[in-house]
């Protein structure tokens, strides 16, 4: 007979839960953490004849027969997406644990990336913790800072301190961008000692190339993809896992484990073997209207939804699939292809660590939790892009400048493949956000905060079809965990006073699909769409930007969230925010506006908005290495970009002091990747020059006289016409003279890329350039002496 759950993880703040426990005898509360050190209880004499040798037994601070825990989550997906709920991507592992657990359509997430890992790991708000932008466009306010406090410590800090081994793999995105060099600091690294992993293995930014990925192995960065030819990030990480998983069974078989599995899978570039995407030919045919409808009817069949629910309708400002020029459909179709086969295979392969700990004999007692989604679908691919970063960098493009540059490529098979950042049509999002409104990066709507969830724990929880129906949020999976184990949240964490969990157990509805909620309360917000969720009610405001829509509108400079009209849904009647009710119902509203004021004063969500500073009004604060010199030798290489010289976003001048030969060629310097980026290199006698504009503009710049052998000092000076995203004049000198110029159209205003690199010498992960990209890195074979950047403005 199974033992009543706890659910009164607030009892546990004043002591000893007073609940009846899920696992074993009680444990005692611990308010500091980490523990003492456990005394000898050998006493020692002058001689060892005069000693007494008698070792304390080992105590253990967790229940007996602890389980382990695995967290998986999955990037960029639309609640609608999977076929275990109706949806039209194959999701075996999904349906599998469904199966054999039980399954919450009401969990939320935070609408973005960093924002929803950062609650998931600490059971706080994401501005409590810092996170109320994303790591990359963190400003200097509080609830913003892109640093989870020492005062907020990490579920996998407290687990291991109890006495948990344990690992994350994947995308982490919970690390200042300007902090990810290979000599930290590394306080806020996934392995450092501030967050808590024993282990790390993936990439500390908010994207990356799945073929030719920047990895980190705890504190050191590696090139996992050099040299070999079926590389995928999503399966290198899961092999790593699986042997992660296997040693700590085989070295501390008593220890339970804590790991947190999160692909790049499936945020943008969509990067995905052709087998995969061929899976799905001709599946979406028909558009994304058609796909919404379907799904809505699959979701209706199998109860996923309530049989009352309504489909709400597409937005104005964003295009039907009846608009869709028809020569421009097989580009759109095989973008939403290729999504849907890399989407199937991260489901997959993070079936293979069920299969490892089936083959290990543990699967009974692991408590898994399988968050779908930290946001909604991304439709920041906006009408559809061979370089994802291009439309987001607010640079105007026609789609047929994509499709002639995929055809330039290879065609339609270039889609996934290294030669190209693809992502989707905003369409495709927004069908995978069926029933509701909007999409990532919205927190207003379900649409963008609501993932399905499934908790599998064999040995514990009774297999129930049934959906679940409670309003919980990614902040209350921490509270879960500590209430399966009956640990207190401390009050100190290494002599730092904690802040109180945000979060709310989720046990009480374990074993009981009906239970009423106890979660009351929840505010939602980014980037000034907001939302606050109160006993069935949640107003709502858009915000002021539309994320399908390209580049930032200057209004935006004039906006102010006091002048923002508020929707009203009642939940109770209305499942996917289908019927505004404010206008009938104005006391309600102003309640909600309330309750949500006193929630952003609470939890440092002021000014709100806050996370616009560093998109609209001050770009030149976001996270950024801020010396106005650089100075490098041949061996720097692997520089993450936003820690870089920006190279292609402002006026600079590059001085190298080398050494040619007749024979002299390779990359002499590169920033970013074949998306987009930078490079100068040298072959034939020659200096070629290239300025990629996101793969739909490249820019080559050469010298047509044959260079100098010996000590040469070449110089490539930048200079800006005007402000963010004018031409470059580009100007090339060697030795003093000037040996060729030209101009790049229109300069990107942001990083080239989130996750790749500026090398000295070399150009490593994805190369810059077409011209060598079979023979990357394509290293000098030459010598460096110096390399010298300085900004001109």
């Known amino acids: 007979m199974k033992k009543p759950l706890n659910t009164h993880l607030g009892a546990l703040w004043l002591g000893v839960s007073t609940s009846l426990l899920l696992l074993g005898s009680p444990v005692l509360a611990q308010e500091s953490l980490p523990f003492p050190s456990t005394p000898s209880g ?109 005062t907020s410590a990490t579920v996998a800090k407290v687990l291991g301190d109890y006495g948990y081994a344990t690992a994350a793999f994947g995308k982490w995105h919970n690390t200042p961008a300007n902090e990810t060099t290979a000599v930290g600091p590394y306080t806020n690294w996934p392995a450092g000692q501030g967050i808590g992993f024993d282990y790390f293995y993936g990439f500390l930014a908010g994207e990356s190339s799945q073929w030719e990925p920047a990895v980190v192995e705890n504190t ?77 009817a699959r979701q209706k069949k199998l109860g996923w939804i309530p049989a009352s629910t309504q489909l709400t309708p597409r937005p104005s400002t964003l295009a039907a699939w009846n608009d869709i020029p028809e020569d421009e459909k097989p580009f759109q179709r095989r973008l939403m292809e290729v999504f849907a086969g890399y989407t199937e295979h991260a489901d997959a392969q993070a079936g293979r660590l069920i299969d490892a700990l089936d083959e290990l004999g543990i699967r009974d007692n692991t408590l898994i939790f399988y968050v779908w989604g930290d946001n909604g679908s991304s439709a920041e691919g906006q009408n559809g892009t061979v370089s994802e970063l291009l439309a987001q960098g607010g640079i105007a493009s026609e789609v047929k400048d994509h499709i002639r540059t995929m055809n330039e490529l290879g065609g339609l098979d270039v889609l996934g493949s290294p030669k190209a950042d693809n992502m989707y049509h905003a369409g495709w999002a927004w069908a995978g956000a069926t029933p509701y409104k909007s999409t990532k990066l919205i927190a207003a709507h379900f649409g963008g905060t609501r993932t399905p969830l499934v908790v599998s724990w064999p040995s514990r929880i009774k297999p129930d079809k049934t959906p679940h129906p409670q309003f919980h949020d990614v902040n209350d999976i921490v509270p879960t965990i500590y209430d399966v184990l009956n640990i207190q949240p401390p009050k100190l964490v290494d002599g730092i006073t904690q802040d109180p969990l945000d979060g709310t157990s989720m046990t009480y509805s374990f074993d009981t699909p009906a239970a009423p909620d106890q979660k009351k309360e929840q505010y939602f917000e980014f980037m000034g769409s907001r939302a606050m969720y109160k006993d069935g009610w949640i107003a709502s405001v858009f915000g002021p930007r539309i994320p399908w829509q390209t ?117 002499l ?122 900004y001109l403005n």
């Open 42 to 150: 050998s006493k020692a004499g002058p001689t060892i004849a005069e000693s007494t040798y008698s070792p304390l037994p080992a105590q253990s601070h967790l229940p007996a027969n602890a389980p382990n825990i695995l967290v998986i989550m999955l990037d960029d997906v639309g609640p609608a997406l999977p076929s275990t709920f109706g949806g039209v991507i194959n999701t075996s592992t999904l349906s599998r644990l469904a199966d054999d657990g039980i399954s919450y359509n009401r969990f939320h997430n935070a609408s973005v990336c960093s924002p929803t890992r950062a609650a998931l790991l600490t059971g706080r708000n994401p501005h409590r913790v810092g996170f109320g932008q994303i790591a990359e466009l963190a400003n200097d306010w509080d609830g913003y800072s892109g640093r989870i406090p020492r």
């Open 551 to 667: 580049g930032i509108d200057p209004s935006i400079a004039k906006w102010s969230p006091d002048k923002d009209v508020w929707e009203l849904y009642d939940l109770k009647n209305d499942f996917s925010q289908a019927n505004d009710v404010a206008a009938a119902h104005p006391e309600k509203v102003e309640e909600l506006k309330q309750a949500f004021a006193v929630a952003a004063q609470d939890n440092k969500v002021y000014p709100v908005g806050g996370g616009l500073w560093s998109v609209v009004f001050h770009p030149e604060d976001a996270p950024s290495n801020p010396a106005k010199e650089f100075h490098y030798t041949q061996d720097v290489v692997g520089v993450p970009e936003f820690t870089a010289p920006r190279l292609g976003a402002r006026s600079n001048l590059v001085t190298i002091d080398a050494e040619l030969q007749p024979d002299s060629k390779g990359v």
């Open 220 to 296: 050191v960065r590696v090139n996992p993809s050099e040299g070999k030819k079926e590389y995928h990030f999503t399966e290198d990480m899961t092999d790593k896992a699986v042997s992660w998983m296997k040693q700590e069974r085989a070295l501390t078989p008593d220890r339970p484990f804590f790991m947190y599995w999160t692909p790049g899978a499936s945020h943008g570039p969509h990067h995905i073997f052709k087998q995969w995407a061929d899976k799905y030919k001709g599946k979406f045919d028909g558009g994304w209207d058609a796909m919404r409808r379907d799904i809505f």
């Open 669 to 790: 310097y590169a920033l970013g990747a074949f998306s987009g980026g930078v490079s100068l290199w040298v072959e034939n006698g020659k200096l070629s020059y290239e300025y990629n504009l996101f793969e739909i503009e490249r820019t080559r710049i050469e010298t047509s006289t044959p260079l100098p052998t010996g000590k040469v000092k070449i110089e490539v000076e930048t200079r800006a016409t005007g402000g963010a995203r004018s031409a470059f004049d580009i100007v090339i000198r060697v030795d003093g003279k000037e040996v060729t110029k030209g101009r790049v159209p229109r300069s990107a205003a942001l990083p080239f890329t989130a996750n790749d690199a500026f090398d000295v010498g070399q150009d490593s992960y994805s190369p810059v350039s077409l011209a060598y990209f079979e023979r990357k890195p394509f290293a000098f074979n030459g010598k460096i002496n110096r390399l010298k950047v300085v």
